[in-house]
């Protein structure tokens, strides 16, 4: 099924432990990004890609990298995990035209736990 | 910055009941707005979306128009059902070309038989 798909679903890390959570679209999306999701503070951009080898930085980009090598993969890493990063980390992506044009498509998440 | 501020919940309903859930936004231009639905262990699913001002967006019975001169998208539904049981998140994208969906903080529905 086209879409986007998030590995893994659910992760505990211990403080300082390194991890990358993967993202792959097959719709050949040209924009990716990556958002956060805590109770009571909705959706916040963590890094966005608008095509291979482009990214930037989104609202809380601290404490995480971010790389575009092809249209269809875009995984998050977190250096050093913190337990300030327990949260559920979602991928989406939209086509060219702007997001009026092209909604957003949305993974599954992955819930992270660093304890 | 641009901003969405959407009503705290948990809003809690019967079935069959009127749902409003309120959503005012600001932004320097002209943003697209959104109402995306999070079911329970799910990402999020658009719901529906308006780009101009008058627009009215609709989909399974939910409606919500662009008002500009109150810079609001309230999400409204006639008659809920116990399926309508979820998290409501408004959201705006800054212009035609926006790089990324600003979100309010959801809204919980809960909705009884």
């Known amino acids: 099924n086209a879409g986007v798909t998030q590995t893994p679903k659910f992760q505990v890390l211990k403080t300082g432990q390194s991890m990358t959570l993967q993202c792959a679209q097959d719709m050949n999306h040209e924009y990716m990004s990556w958002y956060r999701q805590d109770p009571g503070m909705g959706l916040r951009l963590i890094h966005y890609?608008?095509?291979?080898?482009?990214?930037d930085q989104g609202e809380v980009p601290n404490g995480y990298n971010v790389s575009r090598s092809t249209t269809e993969d875009f995984p998050l890493r977190l250096l050093s995990a913190a337990p300030s990063q327990t949260s559920v980390y979602f991928c989406?992506?939209?086509?060219?035209?702007?997001?009026?044009?092209?909604?957003?498509?949305f993974g599954s998440g992955t819930r992270l736990t660093v304890v | 910055g641009d901003s969405v501020t959407q009503m705290e919940g948990p809003v809690t309903l019967s079935e069959e009941a009127f749902l409003t859930i309120n959503c005012t936004y600001t932004?320097?231009?002209?943003?697209?707005l959104f109402w995306y639905v999070q079911y329970p262990g799910e990402g999020l699913q658009l719901l529906l979306k308006a780009t101009k001002a008058d627009d009215k967006g609709s989909n399974k019975g939910f409606e919500a128009t662009y008002r500009k001169e109150t810079t609001s998208f309230h999400l409204e539904k006639g008659s809920v059902q116990v399926s309508d049981s979820a998290v409501y998140f408004c959201a705006l994208s800054e212009g035609q070309a926006g790089t990324a969906l600003i979100f309010g903080k959801g809204t919980t529905l809960s909705v009884s038989s």
């Open positions: 989406a992506s939209r086509g060219l035209g702007g997001a009026a044009n092209y909604g957003y498509t």
């Open positions: 932004a320097t231009g002209y943003p697209s």
């Open positions: 890609s608008v095509g291979a080898g482009i990214t």
